[in-house]
């Protein structure tokens, strides 16, 4: 098992890319605290690892919230002893042209992806440092970390964002064996992305299926969505690799939408 033992936080992973990768991460045989907003959907999460034979917990959290996020960590360590992996999945989407983008969505948008990266990660830090383990953090950032969409301008500029604060994480955490690594999916169709669709449509005045075919696919290699259990392998990889020779990068999952 590539995680034996391994407590692993995952950020909003009570459904959708984050709860897949808890699923994954359980399997090869680490401890997986489930992070989420909803603690019913938490608990109900880690209900499920439990029933397959992995060991699981929930915890509500705002990652947004400095009080919150410190305390789910405290409570981890208290419960585990520390911490060997962080993935920082939470999120949202909010779209809009550019020109009619209340600032009040734009500061939400880069609160939830930015600001929660930085609060659980400077969290977490100090008890991967400690351990003397060294430790993985992973970032869930996008193809919008590479390229553009319309009416996505606080996302875009967030998902950019967290390669930069993965390369800083990458130089500080080395002297203490803490790699970190950006996962960039392309879509990926969960209710995150179901709920684009209608919206899109309705914003760029096309169907539905136009905008699966001519906006979020057209660039793809063979016309599909990325799946949860890509994203969910990639997770692993960076999870479970064994030196610093794999840190400070992004990975594009795309069904070659980007390719580098």
């Known amino acids: 098992m590539k995680l034996k033992d391994k407590v692993c936080v ?3 992973a009570a459904s959708g890319i984050g709860k897949e990768i808890a699923l994954t991460f359980a399997r090869e045989g680490a401890r997986i605290v489930i992070a989420d907003l909803n603690l019913d959907a938490a608990n109900a999460t880690a209900a499920e690892i439990d029933a ?6 929930g915890v509500a959290m705002d990652v947004t919230d400095e009080a919150q996020v410190n305390a789910g960590i405290a409570a981890v360590v208290a419960a585990w002893g520390g911490i060997d992996v962080l993935v920082s999945n939470a999120g949202i989407q909010i779209v809009h042209p550019l020109e009619d983008f209340p ?10 992806h930015l600001d929660g990266a930085f609060l659980t990660t400077k969290a ?12 993985s953090v992973i970032y869930m950032g996008s193809v919008h970390s590479k390229e553009a969409s319309l009416l996505k301008a606080p996302y875009v500029t967030a998902k950019h964002g967290l390669i930069g604060l993965a390369k800083v994480v990458a130089k500080e955490g080395a002297a203490h064996g803490v790699r970190a ?3 960039c999916p392309g879509f990926v169709r ?16 096309i169907s539905e299926d136009e905008v699966v075919k001519t906006v979020m696919l057209k660039d793809t290699v063979d016309g ?3 799946t949860t259990a890509d994203v969910a392998e990639v997770a692993l990889l960076f999870a479970s690799f064994p030196s610093n020779a794999l840190t400070g990068q992004s990975l594009v999952v795309s069904h070659g939408w980007f390719m580098q």
């Open 52 to 57: 397959i034979g992995g060991g699981a917990m």
């Open 10 to 12: 995952v950020t909003g």
């Open 124 to 135: 977490c830090l100090p008890h991967m440092y400690a351990s003397g383990r060294g430790g």
């Open 181 to 183: 690594n950006v996962i």
């Open 190 to 205: 969960t209710p995150l992305v179901d709920k684009q669709i209608p919206e899109q449509a309705k914003t760029l005045g």
């Open 103 to 112: 600032f009040a969505e734009w500061k939400k948008m880069l609160a939830i």
């Open 224 to 226: 599909e969505f990325t």
